[in-house]
């Protein structure tokens, strides 16, 4: 099957199902399946990221689902935020209505109080991959957005803000070295008052260019300050004996980097994936039966790679076709020919092919290296192509990233609204650019807008 990514919406659900990622036939809406290929890739994506975190100090935990109204009314952005987003379950649990996890930080906050008691509790830092429910009001998209998501969510508590600021610098480190090990490239923001978490001081998050020029918000970090733990009660003494609020740092990343990677490195033939991102690395198609096969299958296993051979009865065009849809990033082809030079045939899946020695084949990271490089690369390019400065409102178009000075005022970004893009904040990091407001021509700072997903 040929895609053509031309009609990107068509081709992203059309490649989603013949790649054998989602299947969107289950009768709940919003909540498609899974299948064991995009199911595994999502794995490799999220097993990449809770190595990163517990490289940083985390610790994996699990908590529970459901939750009691009066938890989630304990901080009262949360409560507006989520209220009307919330699931609630026909039971209750002592006279308390029982709710569906929409996000875990009033379930982990109300075990956090016990787990804090001194500064030598802290820091805290856990991480929990699960999934959450929301009943979303706007028209659903599988893995971009959903009634169920699945996501890894980490929640940190620390004695100081100064140590918790550095912890949202660690957070949004770990994020860039997924998305980096991805190659998907993306801008980090301060998201302006009217667009951060419910119950943040502030949040940063991640948005990246998909091939339509429309933005997807695919990581956030955010910097809870006490706003938590004085309702939550989560106190630590210090060390004149006081019991004090602790400051706290929560960060997520959904299956958007899925939905990311599918859409950004994806062409006409299907899926393309970065290769630590990939269940089957290599594929091995034999064009012979000889015993050769299986030591070259046995070596490059030995090296670490994932690697099949496709010895099912299919002919060999129908395999390339089938692997390549599924973004498998080498293919090796072994015929008679191959064996008699001791050699055989590499395609990479973006069309590099060459002949390798067997006794080479310990040299072929380079290629999977060069291969990834690439697929970063050309993100970037379509981002700095796609990244334009407007003078003034009738310069903004719909598409990409574009910036221009805003003065912070609610009004002004209703006038940038009804252009069709949305203000997504100054880059976090950057020292703040002093421009003239787009909108009122008053004092200003450089801020980007979008057209959001
Ligand atoms: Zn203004």
Redesign the pocket.
């Known amino acids: 099957m040929q895609f053509s990514k031309s009609n990107f919406s068509e081709w992203f659900t059309d490649v989603l199902s013949e790649a054998g990622i989602m299947d969107i036939r289950y009768p709940v809406k919003g909540m498609p399946v899974y299948m064991p290929w995009g199911f595994a890739i999502l794995r490799k994506i999220f097993s990449y990221l809770e190595g990163q975190l517990e490289d940083a100090g985390h610790e994996q935990a699990l908590f529970p689902l459901l939750l009691t109204d009066n938890l989630l009314a304990k901080e009262s952005h949360m409560l507006e935020g989520f209220s009307p987003e919330v699931f609630w379950v026909d039971a209750e649990d002592d006279g308390r209505k029982l709710a569906i996890r929409p996000t875990s930080e009033t379930i982990m906050y109300t075990m956090y109080s016990l787990w804090v008691q001194s500064y030598k509790d802290l820091p805290l830092r856990i991480h929990q991959t699960v999934t959450c429910y929301r009943q979303e009001t706007k028209a659903t998209r599988p893995l971009i957005r959903g009634r169920e998501f699945y996501w890894n969510e980490a929640h940190t508590v620390h004695a100081t803000r100064e140590d918790a600021e550095k912890q949202i610098a660690a957070g949004v480190d770990i994020y860039s070295k997924v998305y980096n090990m991805l190659g998907i490239s993306f801008l980090p923001f301060v998201r302006p008052e009217f667009d951060k978490f419910p119950g943040a001081e502030y949040s940063i998050a991640f948005d990246t260019l998909l091939p339509d020029g429309k933005s997807l918000q695919i990581a956030t970090v955010h910097y809870l300050g006490t706003n938590f733990s004085k309702p939550y009660a989560i106190l630590y003494k210090n060390e004149k004996n006081e019991r004090v609020p602790a400051y706290q740092t929560c960060y997520g990343i959904s299956m958007r980097a899925l939905a990311a990677v599918v859409a950004v490195h994806g062409d006409d033939s299907g899926l393309v994936l970065p290769s630590k991102s990939a269940p089957i690395q290599i594929i091995i198609i034999p064009f012979t039966k000889s015993p050769e096969i299986g030591e070259i299958e046995f070596k490059l296993k030995s090296f670490g790679y994932r690697c099949r051979v496709d010895d099912s009865g299919r002919r060999a065009g129908d395999k390339f076709y089938h692997w390549e849809a599924k973004g498998v990033p080498m293919r090796i082809e072994v015929g008679e020919r191959e064996l008699k030079g001791n050699s055989v045939k590499i395609a990479m899946r973006n069309g590099e092919k060459q002949v390798v020695k067997i006794s080479e084949l310990d040299k072929i990271g380079s290629l999977f290296e060069k291969y990834d490089k690439s697929l970063g690369e050309a993100h970037a390019d379509f981002i700095e192509k796609n990244t334009y400065s407007a003078g003034s409102l009738s310069e903004i178009k719909k598409g990409g990233f574009v910036k221009f000075g805003?003065?912070g005022?609610d009004?002004?970004a209703g006038k940038v609204k009804e252009q069709g893009v949305e203000i997504r904040g100054e880059i976090y990091g950057k020292k703040p650019v002093k421009l003239k407001?787009i909108?009122?021509?008053?004092d200003?700072k450089e801020v980007y807008a979008v057209h959001p997903y």
Do not use: Q, T, V
Not at 439 to 442: D, M, N, Q, T
């Open positions: 805003w003065c005022d009004e002004c407001c909108a009122c021509g008053k200003g």
